[in-house]
């Protein structure tokens, strides 16, 4: 298979016979074989059940037996998703000899939705502590140029997209692991709204922080990849008992008339915004009013305030997770691991309470903010990948996501081209609670117009020009 | 119950202090270990003192008690 079929394009060609499953994934694993020694995306390849899933796949097709748009299609999964009878490591030492029991949940919906598992993808340590060299795995790099880092923690997801092995892989996002990723690797990255994926058998880094979403080729890829995963799950206590649109169905209705909001405190004067990466925003804004959007400024509070109230969530939370193998074996984590899950014991009960009032206020005023427009446009990458060398120090990074995460708002990051380091840049959209239909539908308007090209690495490279 | 004239806030002391947090959960880390925790802790600190703001007590924090439901 040309690694520019898209989802849609791939059903069609099973359904017709002009394709077999078994075929996409033979060509998947030629491209991890050629490709994943250096770009280390996967920490454990499922190849035979990957074949034998397929031959299953061909077989129903072959007999009218239609699971859904996902039927016969390969992917690949974070490592921190149950998969029965496999190793969920999170990356991490602690983890090598655990077993899942059962799939979690994201993999039941895609089983049963027939698409092809084809292993589990790097992480950071517990979707936090990377990248990492002190780690059972290597980190995984990017292919644009893998001497510089993907992004995290959904990273071997990234990766994987990115380099054509799969069309889609679902990640997780607790502060921004799957749009960060997605940006710094030039793909679609979807954080759904909290609730809308259900959580279950997904090692947890912060329970009111932690999302289930897909990084994908194309939006329609993730708006497919979407319609199987999302769903009301009793077994998940956060899970949101809403109904599932088809996602896919109104993609092209277009953005005339839509009300564009851009919370441009967020980004403008940050210091580590470079001028491609304004560029870059600036491009995603004129394309959206050219299809016939309205765009104005609108107010939202301090962005300091969200990264503060998410990351006092954020540690608090991991922390009562972590707390008895942090007494027990703090030197099996990795350094930056533990660096960062020890602060937990520098929280006070008020700390987190206080983090939650805040919380409810942050979430109130997008919510207000929402009453006038439909979408925001907002930075995700303010400047490009950095190189593994020097270390990049995560609490650094020129990435800008946890917010949404904070409010549980939907938000998207999608690519808008490459800087002139040849390394990409994206744009993030955010929609209000629920709306993954009109959030995709935007989404999709943009990289109609720009981008890095649908399966086609590096065609239709917008290159920019702005200064540094 | 009445002020103590000769009562002294307590100053912060960093690594004093990070070392008390430590040992009261139980976390006992090698002295490269903490110094690394304790250069991360300054940053985090940050974090801590902007979300414990001036609250009203009708500002409830976004935790339901829902399982009654």
């Known amino acids: 298979m040309s690694e520019a079929l898209s989802i849609a394009e791939a059903g069609k060609a099973l359904r017709t016979g002009a394709t077999r499953s078994l075929a996409l994934v033979e060509a998947a694993l030629a491209q991890i074989e050629a490709r994943d020694p250096d770009l280390c995306a996967f920490v454990g390849l499922h190849a035979d059940a990957g074949r034998a899933a397929a031959r299953v796949a061909d077989r129903e097709i072959a007999a009218g037996r239609d699971r859904g748009p996902l039927h016969g299609i390969p992917y690949a999964i974070k490592d921190i998703y149950d998969v029965a009878g496999e190793a969920t490591t999170c990356h991490s030492r602690l983890r090598l000899d655990h077993r899942a029991e059962r799939d979690s949940a994201v993999v039941e919906r895609l089983r049963e939705g027939g698409a092809i598992l084809l292993g589990k993808l790097a992480t950071h340590e517990f979707a936090f502590g990377g990248p990492s060299h002190d780690l059972p795995f290597p980190p995984a790099r990017n292919p644009w140029n893998s001497a510089h880092i993907p992004g995290g923690s959904s990273s071997g997801s990234a990766a994987a997209v990115a380099a054509g092995y799969v069309r889609f892989a679902p990640g997780s996002c607790t502060g921004g692991s799957i749009r960060g990723p997605a940006a710094w690797c030039g793909v679609v990255g979807l954080k759904p709204t909290y609730g809308r994926v259900s959580r279950r058998g997904v090692f947890p880094l912060a329970w009111s922080l932690d999302h289930c979403g897909p990084l994908a080729a194309s939006v329609e890829d993730a708006a497919l990849a979407l319609e199987v995963m999302a769903g009301h799950d009793p077994l998940d206590p956060a899970s949101a008992d809403q109904p599932v649109p088809r996602f896919s169905a109104t993609l092209d209705d277009g953005v005339a008339g839509m009300a564009v909001g851009v919370p441009r405190a967020f980004f403008a004067e940050h210091p580590s915004l470079s001028g491609e990466a304004a560029a870059a925003i600036e491009l995603a804004l004129e394309v959206l009013r050219g299809a016939g959007a309205t765009v104005r400024d609108i107010e939202l509070p301090d962005l300091k305030l969200f990264g503060a109230c998410g990351r006092v969530l954020m540690t608090a939370e991991l922390f009562a997770i972590h707390q008895k193998d942090l007494r027990e074996r703090p030197g099996t984590y990795g350094a930056l691991t533990l660096n960062r899950f020890a602060l937990g014991a520098t929280l006070s009960a008020a700390d987190y309470l206080n983090a939650q009032r805040l919380r409810r206020k942050l979430k109130a005023a997008v919510d207000e903010a929402f009453a006038a427009v439909e979408i925001m446009v907002t930075a995700i990458s303010l400047d490009t990948a950095p190189a593994f060398d020097p270390p990049p120090n995560p609490a650094a990074w020129a990435l800008q996501a946890n917010a949404f995460n904070v409010t549980g708002h939907p938000a998207i990051s999608v690519p808008v081209g490459l800087a002139a380091n040849g390394l990409p840049l994206a744009v993030q959209l955010v929609a209000p609670a629920f709306a993954e239909a009109t959030l995709l539908r935007a989404a999709r308007a943009l990289e109609a117009r720009v981008g890095i090209g649908d399966g086609q690495r590096p065609l239709r490279a917008a290159a920019f020009s702005g200064a540094q | ?69």
Request: aromatic share 8%.
């Open chain 2, 1 to 69: 119950m009445s002020e103590r004239p000769d009562a002294v806030s307590p100053q912060p002391d960093g690594d004093a202090e990070l070392a008390f947090l430590l040992r009261r959960a139980g976390i006992a880390l090698t002295a490269e270990q903490f110094a690394a925790v304790a250069q991360e802790w300054q940053g985090f600190r940050g974090h801590v003192e902007l979300v414990n703001r001036e609250f009203t007590a009708e500002d409830e924090p976004a935790i339901v008690f829902d399982v009654l439901r």
